[in-house]
């Protein structure tokens, strides 16, 4: 009989109000989940601090180091304050609808308002990452695929980023072209022109402002969403590269998740792509024993950053400490350092299946 393996976990699931307030069901009567009460409160936070500090930068009054003092502050809160957060919301509420049917319309507001102050040009996320990355499994047609990439070399990395930065609307549109799908291919290009068009015109009015609200937003976004997506899929089993256990990675106990929505959770992620942002954890749990079958690989206390700069630096030895090698599944710390370096190595051809969630 085979042991039944836990872990410790203390991430973010759902607990329910004792009580909520008027302004609670005000809003509880419009979202679709009550477990998304948050995002309201970080929607209205956002929209009441980063929003108007962006319009006094194009104001004619603010001008010299108050100018400057204001960019700051802007920069800190769309950076270290709002970006994660913002991201991982804009990430559970493309999965799963934000607002009832009859509010739809409100669905709009994310990706289409606050988006562009974050460098998310409307729709071109949502298209990317579900209508794409989720249907190809960072395998061959994947658009932001790891596989074709030496995983712990930086050079790798900037030959990643900038291929995706200069060319991935492009490529996005003619991926959905190929696939009849015209809809997506017009969000996509609609969206960008639009965001390009609206930063041309804006530049006319004040091309600082213009800079600071929006362009460097968008080279720091794609920067992040590159270097998220070039950790979660460092590690990939050439032998076995479409194996969700085998080609992602999951981040527990970390600050990172409290703050991002559970993010850290990237392995159930894409086992079950619709699968609540509180419900990680438990999903974790139940299903441990298939993490450990496949040697899956679970890092605690660290998050995407962290492993990506590790790997940048080739420090295995930091990283193997924070493997969750439950029951000794996965042998010694040199075994685990070699089960690593095996998963990063650029992969020329590959062989696969698809697990079906």
Known sequence: MRKTLTLSLADPVFIPGEQYSAFDRFWLNKIRDERDLPFIYLTLRITFTLLPVAM??????????????????????????????????????????FFREEYRW???????????????????YASHHLAMHHRENNLEEDLSSTMHYQRDSFRHFMLYFTRF?????ITLA?????????????????????????????????????????????LISRFIMMLGN????????????GNFYKNSITCINTKYNHKCWNDGYHISHHIKPNLHWT?????????LQAYMDNQALIFEGIHFLHIWWFLMTKNYSKLAKHVVNVDGVLGTEAD?????????RKIEQTIYTVVES
């Open 336 to 344: 685990i350092i070699n089960l690593m370096k095996r998963r990063t």
């Open 279 to 287: 419900l990680h954890p438990e999903h974790l749990q139940n299903n």
């Open 106 to 124: 409100l669905n709009k507001y994310l990706p289409w308002v606050i988006g562009p102050f974050f460098g998310q040009t409307p729709e071109t």
């Open 165 to 169: 930065f200069f060319m991935v609307i």
């Open 230 to 241: 070039w950790a979660q899929h460092s590690f990939v089993d050439e032998t076995d590269p």
């Open 56 to 97: 006094l930068l194009y104001m004619p009054f603010i001008v010299g180091w108050v100018w400057w003092l204001m960019a700051g502050v802007y920069f800190i809160l769309n950076n270290f304050v709002f970006k994660g957060p913002f991201g991982l919301m804009l990430h559970c509420t493309s999965h799963r609808p």
């Open 174 to 218: 003619h991926y959905f072209d190929k696939r009849s799908q015209a809809t997506l291919r017009n969000k996509v290009i609609r969206g960008e022109l639009l965001f390009i068009v609206g930063c041309v015109l804006l530049c006319f009015v004040n091309w600082q402002a213009t800079f600071m609200v929006f362009l460097l937003p968008l």
